[in-house]
């Protein structure tokens, strides 16, 4: 996926091949990663989309993860999601994660410092002219999460990528499931109520609920007419 972090000018660096596509838009001093950095970069590919089959119907979501030097000790990344669904009523529904993430091993006495920021687009147009006619919701959210973790001094170099796919997971982990909760509670439930409250209907409210809204609709038509 395309993003600011493998952009250089009109080009896109590919975490697969690690070419700059189209390749004759890059500038001669395009960022690459560096090997090590590289290597990493490859197993986070392969496990984000694991990770994003785990929690996503596969099929139609797509993964992409960038890794990038930092000028301190340690190393910053950019991990994507994005979930597309269509039927059942839905035109058309878009989940897009962002996680943005920055490892800091420099000066923490043999601690590795973590910090990811995560963002979430959400985007849903439906349908339903039977029930609830035509319904559009759109929002974003977004989450940090810091941690720091000791480094066993005898850790190989070779064993740090797993250290850093785990602490780095089990942030990103975190505030997706946290912003999934609030999204549901946020715009769908709420959007339900509203919905909900301005009908009528014996399956939508109950005899106490209709003589409430009927006095609140009252009370405002009355101040309307007093204006």
């Not at 001093?29 to 970069?41: G, M, R, V, Y």
């Not at 609030?182 to 009908?199: F, L, P, S, V």
Request: charged content about 25%.
């Amino acid at each position: 996926m395309k993003c600011e972090y493998n952009r250089d000018g009109d080009a896109y660096r590919s975490p697969w091949s690690n070419k700059y596509f189209p390749e004759s838009e890059a500038s001669p001093d395009a960022a690459f990663p560096s090997s090590d950095l590289l290597q990493l970069e490859s197993k986070f590919n392969e496990i984000f989309v694991r990770y994003a089959n785990a929690y996503f119907d596969q099929g139609s979501t797509i993964t992409s993860v960038y890794l990038f030097d930092t000028t301190v000790a340690g190393f910053g990344g950019c991990f994507l999601i994005k979930k597309q669904i269509q039927g059942g009523g839905v035109k058309i529904g878009t989940w897009d994660s962002i996680h943005v993430a920055s490892v800091d091993l420099e000066k923490h006495d043999g601690k590795a410092r973590y910090s990811v920021t995560t963002t979430v687009f959400l985007k849903m147009i439906s349908s339903n002219q039977a029930s609830y006619g035509n319904l559009e919701i759109a929002g974003n959210l977004t989450r940090r999460r810091e941690d720091t973790v000791p480094m066993d001094p005898r850790l190989k170099s070779s064993n740090s990528d797993e250290f850093h796919i785990s602490n780095i997971g089990r942030l990103i982990e975190a505030n997706e499931s946290e912003i999934r909760q609030e999204m549901d509670a946020i715009y769908i439930n709420k959007t339900k109520q509203i919905m909900n409250t301005g009908r009528l209907k014996e399956e939508y409210m109950t005899r106490d609920e209709k003589i409430n809204f009927h006095n609140e609709l009252a009370a405002a038509v009355s101040g309307l007419k007093k204006l």
